[in-house]
Structures are given as C-alpha cells and as structure tokens.
C-alpha cells in the first residue's frame, strides 16, 4: 500500500530552515525570497522550478513499482531524487548494503518495513533515505509542520543520525531538529514546530508533546524506530505506549535493529499494516523481502548475526582478577583502539580515574549516562577522532554507535543476553571492516553464556588461556593511589556496590548469581583494604530470614533457612551485619535497568525488594525516569533502636550548654602558643574579632574576609619588619663608633709620647733621623669614609669618622645604611686616586 499525502501547494520543496535549528538547509534563502519584490523574471524561475520539480516526482514515482532489489547494484539504480543522489555521491556512498538495497525500495513505497541486519550494515541510510524522498515526493515545507520523527533509545544515537541526516540531506531544503535530554528544552519549544524531521529520545519527545503546545504531531507521515527491540522494550513501554497515541494512525512506520522485535504485542502497538519483513526468515544471513497479509512472526524470526569479520573469544576469569586482567591487556595493545563494557557507571568512573592514575600510555576515556550531555558528546566525539585510545562505557555505547576502526571490543562484565552481547560486540568489524571481541566471564557465568551464544548465534567460540606471565598486577600501586586520595577510595566503594547492584538485579538468576561471589576478594581486587558493607544484600537475606520464620511457624517440619547455604561466599562482615538489624546508608534505592523480565532460575522475589533509585546502568535516561516512577512494593523492616552518633552526642552537649574544649598548641619549649587571631594587629582584625565575640560561631570562615585580613595582616608585619631592623642597625652604628673614639683615643696618646720623646732630645737610635715618619698613613684597622670632605686637607682626610658613624648623623633612613657594616667595610679599603697621590708625594718628600 502506497500511502501518499495528496500534493499541497506551496512554496515547493525546501525552502526554508527554521532559525537557529540546527538542519540540512540554510534559511537565508527563504527569507530572501520573502524579502524580494514580486519580480516577473524570479516568478517565471520558481514557476519553471517548480514545473522541473513536478516533473522529477512524477518520474520518480512512476518508477517505484518497478524497483526490483536484485537488479540494484549501485544507488544511482535507486529512483532516488537528484538532491539525494548527489549527496551520497559526495559521501562516496556508491553501493548500497544488503540492508538498503532490500529495504530502501518497499520503504519508498509506502510499505511498513521491519529491519533486520547485522551491526554496521548501514541501516541508517537505509531509513533516512526514504525519509528524505518521502518528504521530497510530497513537497513538504515548513508550512507543514513535523513530517517525519526518528526515535533512538540513546542520546549519543540520536546526534550520530542526526549527523547522517545532515549529511545525506546536505541539498534539501527541510528543517530537522535534534530533541534529546540534557539540552536547552525552551530553545527547542520555540523551534519545534518548525521542524520538517525530528530525531528524538522517547523520554523527551513525550516531554514536548505533553508540555508545548506548539508542538503538533497531526501532520506527520512517518515514523522511525532505530534500535526498535530496545525501544519497544519494557524500559521505554508507558513512555512509547503514550507517544504513539499521539501520532496519527494512518502513517508509515519502519523499524530497524540488528537484533529485530519479533513480538506480536510490539508490532501490534505500533499499528503496523502489511509489514516488510528485511532479515527475518532463511536463516542464512542475507536479508530477504517477506510480503505478509497478516502479522505472523512466529514464522519469522529475525537472524541474530555478528559481523563476519570479527572475531571472537572468551576468557575465565575470578571476578577478583579482571582488573589485572584488563591492565595487562592495556598495557599490550597500547597502539589499539579500545572500548571496554562494564555494567554501571559507577564502574567505568573508577575504571577510568584509576587508570588515569596508573598511566598505562595510552589515552583514557569513559562514557556514561551520569556524565553531563555536553561532556558525552565531547567523549563521543574524541573517541571517533582518536585511533590509539581506551574507552571505558556503559551500555550507553553498546548500540549503533559507529566509532571507525576499533580494534578491541572488551566485555569485561557479562551481558545481560545473547542482544547485548551483539550490540556490544558490533562496535568493532563495522561495514567490512575487521575488528575482535574479548568476553570476560567468571567461572560460574562461563556455561550458561556461552551455551546461549553457541545455541542462539552457531557461534564456534573459543576459550583463550592467559600466559600467567604476561599478567602484571597493579594492585600494589592501587592500594597505595587508595590510601593517598579518600575521594579515589569512596569512588572504588561505589563502583564495588553498583557491580554488585547490577548482578543482583539481573533477571536471569542462573547467569548471574552474587553469593557466588567472592566479596572479600572482590574488594580487595578493587584495592579496597576493608570490605564494604552490601546494605541491600543485607536487606535481602534479612526478608528471607522473616519469611523462612513465618513458613517455619506455619509448618513445623519445614526445616529452617540455613544462612550459609544462600550467601555461600558472603564476607564476614556482611553475613554478621546481615544479621543485626541496621541502618541504612541510603545507597540500598535500586533501580531496575530493565523491568520487562521474569527472574528466572533462582529463589529471589524482586518484587519485594526495595526498588527505588540506582544507577547502576544508564542505558538511557528515558528508560530510567520510566523506571523510576515504577517504584514498587516497599520492604516493610521494623524499627531499630536508634544509633548514637557522634553528631548526635555533639548536639546533645550544646543543648546543655557545656563548656566546649578549646585547643591549646605548644611550642617546643612547652609555652602556649596563643591563637593566630588574637595576635593579629592590624585595626580591621581587631575589629573582626570584636565582631566575632558577639556572632554565633556557625564553624565556617569567610574566604574573602580571611584574604582581606591576611593583607591588612601582611602590611602591619612589613612596617614591624622595618622598625626591627632600623633598630637593630642602630645598634651596631653605636658599636662601631665607640670602637672608633676609642682608637683615635690609643693614637693620640702615643703621638704625644713620641712628641715628648723628641723635645727630650733622646735620640736613643741613630737611625731615627733618618727615619721616614709614617704617621699620616692610613690605618689598615680604621673604616674611612667614601667621600671625603674636599675641604679638609688630603693627609687629614684618613682619620676621617668611620662611613657608618657620619652615615648615621646623615639619615637613618636611608637603604643602604641597612647593609650590614662587614660589607661596606671592604669597600673603604679601597683607597682612592687622591690617597695614593698623596702617599706618593710624602714618600717622595721624605
Ligand atoms: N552504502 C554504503 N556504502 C558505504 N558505507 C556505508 C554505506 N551505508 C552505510 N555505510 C557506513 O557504514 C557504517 C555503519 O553504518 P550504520 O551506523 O548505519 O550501521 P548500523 O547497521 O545502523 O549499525 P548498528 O546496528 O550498530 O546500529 C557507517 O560508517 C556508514 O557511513
């Protein structure tokens, strides 16, 4: 059935490109045609665009029917529309996939189309092809409203097909919009209804059509489920069940995964009519066209593939060593393109911070859903650039992210089932290109998956033995980064409660099982030196405890709950605080990742489980909010008696008003030191403290008052600083000139003594007429002064007062005068040209 909207007039395709919407066409030229006086020569152009224009979809149309998918071999065979042919020309999509050369023609036709095909097989273009010639034939403007909305689970999904859209619709003229969580939500009411494509997450499509009333979906045509079987699943039911109800009945929908819905309920809610089936069917991979009448898909399953080229092994691992595990492998594929799976958020922060802190040499990221949007986007973005790089992700990264070249998908945590398994590993050995996949499984998980993945995939996967010689533990260096950084530890704590979260919520009980976990070993591993305590494990087994008692008084002969036999491997701790009745941390709100499952193999009724809030997977954050209004039953636990807390005994004693201890410090002799504030001087201190005295002390400082004192602080200690030192200068001057007067004292008393010697006329020594008088030279011993006075004669000049001593009576104040007297003593000695003139006209007069 061909389901066309009757030809509209208008302003003929694609003029226009709401403003600020981000989309394949510009908009200036719309605002150019409106602005532009009615022009006979502009009017004969349009009209005979529009005739060109008519003509071409009338081509195009009539071609359709004929459009046989064996005879496609390259996309020019397609009766696309020249724009779109011209932009995979110039993305160089030249032939197209088993996937698009099947689907491309019935979507055209108006046909319901259910996709099946393996990762990175190019199902986008295989949806966003028909969008666009859908939109095209039907000459849709912005006048139109919404014509077509694209859902992706994931917000991260959603921009890459957006990207595509701008791509391959680079030379039409409709407007698309990107609608995911985590953006400006009023920027995007304001735009919406001026979108022609809108690509969504369910979470905030259902936003606006519930909170903005411009937003009108009667118009639309066409509806795209990428990732269908995640969309349909019981994470996003109410909010897809609310959405379709809004849309128009009469629509084409098209559905694409590489691991298709294949429920009559699903196909029944989306009122799919007459259904394409693309990759259902033979079994043999290659995707084959099935017209039905009648929806009947127990005859058709969909084929569970993975890329032929990638290649695939397992390895059996304690769970307590897979960090080293996974170090070692780092560390040997350092120049690899990397993504390593693990199950909560929480995991991959810690993963990511403490590798971050090993440095393995090679670059580290991580993607989770509790990242802000803008950082996802940037992660995402990163890791499409690098070639050399280790990503740490959720199942945020799991489905149809189409990052180039990984060599390594990692799935350190085991998936939940054979579909994740598959998403996970189809982000490696995308579009023929090649890549590998390392499943990491602990013993007791080993049987039950790769017996599924055997049974549902005819997988031949192998088993890897690890060269125990080619493990180097990190564990040491963890420990230690653990003891240096508390917030590293509380994040190890975390991760180490979201893991266990995570398997204990999952619904297949025979895969997953937390009392076969080493919880001990487990924490250490995470280089956690005390195990911690697992409150709603706690919880768990004391529900089952009441319960086995309320049997046991019903029916004696029932034998009572052997705590050991259901927490086999529990720590210590955790089966004694088990035990008691304690209190709760706040960590034990759970949510479910996932709703829509039976647990299956073991004894566990989740349904009495405290269900309320966790994180322990971010698939998508649509799914979660979902989840999160499907808060159950609430386990009933019967009052405990009241912890006392430090906090507590704290308030207790201020209500007595008791005496607060101050604190004392001592010096190293003993004496108190007294308090820092009290010895500050300066006028705005002493005016805080005055202030304080009469304020309540709330326990907090001001940073910018502590700053502003600091340099009021700061200023009062420099003049002291000044003060001390001018001080202390003045001192040694005094010193020094003592010295001096006392000299010149002991050389004037033995002047006179010679003096007297010659009027006696004693000329004891025949020689001493003849001896040359030396007393006029400078003594070595005396400091003389730089400058002397010109005015006093050169012989006097010598016995001039010591440098400091005049330096002194000039001003104190001066900078120089602050140098310590040793220094400037060397350099008087230095005598200058008029001393030695001097010396040399009394040698030589004598
Ligand atoms: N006809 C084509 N020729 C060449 N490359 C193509 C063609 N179609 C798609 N591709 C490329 O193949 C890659 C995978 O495409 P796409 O992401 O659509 O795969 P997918 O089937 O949606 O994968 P997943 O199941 O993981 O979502 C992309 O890089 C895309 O550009």
New binding site residues.
């Given amino acids: 059935m061909q389901r066309h909207k009757p030809k509209r007039p208008g302003p003929g395709a694609g003029l226009r490109k709401p403003n600020g919407v981000k989309g394949p066409a510009g908009k200036d030229k719309f605002n150019k045609h409106k602005k532009r006086p009615n022009n006979p020569k502009n009017e004969e152009h349009s009209k005979s665009k529009l005739a060109a224009t008519e003509l071409e979809i009338q081509q195009l149309q009539a071609k359709y029917e004929e459009i046989n998918a064996d005879e496609i071999k390259i996309f020019k065979h397609f009766p696309l529309s020249q724009k779109t042919q011209k932009a995979l020309a110039e993305f160089?999509?030249?032939?197209?996939?088993p996937?698009?050369r099947e689907s491309i023609g019935p979507a055209l036709l108006g046909k319901d189309v259910l996709g099946a095909?393996v990762?990175?097989?190019?199902?986008?273009?295989a949806f966003l092809i028909p969008v666009l010639e859908h939109l095209f034939i039907n000459k849709w403007s912005r006048s139109d409203g919404v014509g077509a909305i694209i859902i992706s689970p994931t917000r991260e999904l959603a921009y890459q097909i957006f990207e595509?859209l701008k791509k391959v619709g680079k030379h039409h003229d409709f407007s698309a919009g990107l609608i995911i969580g985590g953006k400006n939500l009023k920027f995007e009411r304001t735009r919406m209804d001026q979108c022609n494509i809108l690509i969504c997450t369910p979470g905030r499509l259902l936003q606006h059509m519930d909170e903005n009333p411009l937003f009108n979906t009667s118009s639309m045509e066409m509806l795209v489920l990428d990732?269908a079987d995640r969309c349909l699943d019981m994470g996003f039911q109410k909010t897809l069940n609310s959405i379709i109800e809004n849309f128009p009945p009469d629509r084409q929908t098209l559905l694409f995964?590489?691991t298709q819905t294949n429920t009559v309920q699903d196909l029944a809610r989306l009122n799919l009519k007459d259904p394409v089936y693309v990759g259902y069917g033979n079994g043999e991979g290659t995707p084959t066209v099935t017209s039905s009448s009648s929806i009947s898909v127990t005859e058709s399953r969909a084929v569970l593939k993975v890329p032929e080229l990638l290649q695939q092994s397992y390895v059996v691992l304690k769970l307590e060593d897979k960090l080293t595990m996974l170090w070692s492998f780092i560390k040997n594929h350092l120049k690899q393109k990397i993504i390593v799976f693990v199950s909560s958020c929480k995991q991959a922060k810690y993963l990511y911070e403490i590798f971050c802190k090993l440095r393995p040499g090679v670059g580290l990221l991580a993607l989770y859903g509790t990242l802000h949007q803008d950082r996802r986007i940037a992660i995402y973005e990163d890791f499409l650039r690098k070639s050399h790089v280790v990503m740490f992700a959720t199942d945020v990264a799991s489905?149809?992210l189409?990052f180039?070249s990984v060599n390594w998908v990692v799935q350190l945590d085991c998936p939940e089932d054979v579909s994740q398994y598959i998403?996970r590993a189809?982000r490696s050995a995308?579009?023929k290109s090649r890549g590998e996949c390392l499943l990491v499984l602990t013993p007791s998980e080993e049987e039950y998956m790769i017996g599924a993945l055997k049974e549902q995939l005819n997988l031949d996967i192998h088993c890897v033995q690890i060269d125990p010689k080619k493990l180097f533990s990190p564990r040491v260096k963890i420990e230690a980064f653990l003891a240096q950084f508390p917030e590293l530890r509380a994040t190890a704590q975390r991760a180490y409660l979201a893991y266990l979260k995570s398997v204990f919520l999952m619904r297949n009980k025979r895969l997953f099982n937390v009392f076969s976990l080493d919880l001990d070993a487990y924490a250490q591993s995470l280089g956690l030196a005390v195990t911690p305590r697992v409150p709603f494990l706690e919880k768990f087994l004391w529900r089952q405890k009441q319960l086995q008692k309320s049997k046991n008084t019903q029916d004696d002969e029932v034998p009572e709950l052997d705590e050991k036999k259901v927490l086999p491997k529990l720590s210590k701790s955790q089966a004694f605080a088990a035990s008691e009745d304690d209190d709760d941390d706040g960590d034990d709100f759970i949510k479910l990742k996932r709703r829509d499952h039976e647990v299956e193999g073991g004894p566990i009724d989740l349904a009495e489980i405290d269900i309320k809030k966790e994180n322990a997977d971010d698939d998508d954050d649509d799914a979660n909010k979902e989840e999160d209004e499907a808060t159950d039953e609430l386990l009933v636990v019967p009052k405990r008696e009241k912890l006392v807390t430090k906090a507590a005994l704290a308030k207790k004693a201020l209500k007595k008003n008791l005496q607060v201890n101050s604190k004392l410090k001592f010096d190293d002799e003993g004496e108190t030191v007294a308090n820092v504030r009290n010895q500050m001087k300066s006028l705005v201190a002493k005016n805080q403290k005055n202030q304080d005295k009469h304020k309540d002390d709330d326990g907090g400082i001001s940073l910018v008052l502590s700053k502003n004192l600091m340099a009021e602080e700061d200023e009062y200690d420099k003049q002291r600083f000044r003060e001390l030192v001018k001080k202390r200068h003045k001192i040694q001057r005094e010193k020094l000139r003592k010295k001096a007067e006392r000299q010149q004292a002991e050389e004037e008393d033995d002047e006179a003594e010679a003096q007297t010697a010659v009027a006696d006329g004693d000329d004891g020594d025949s020689d001493s007429d003849h001896s040359v008088d030396l007393s006029w030279l400078p003594d070595p011993d005396k400091i003389y002064s730089k400058k002397p006075t010109t005015s006093e004669p050169n012989n006097q000049r010598h016995e001039k007062v010591p440098e400091s001593e005049s330096a002194s009576e000039d001003d104190d104040d001066e900078d120089d005068q602050d140098e310590p007297v040793h220094k400037k003593s060397k350099l008087t000695h230095k005598m200058n040209l008029l001393d030695t003139e001097a010396i040399a006209a009394n040698l030589l007069g004598s």
């Fill in positions: 160089k999509y030249t032939n197209p996939t996937v698009q095909a990762t990175g097989s190019g199902k986008t273009l595509t990732e995964s590489a489905r149809g189409d180039p998403h189809g995308r579009n």
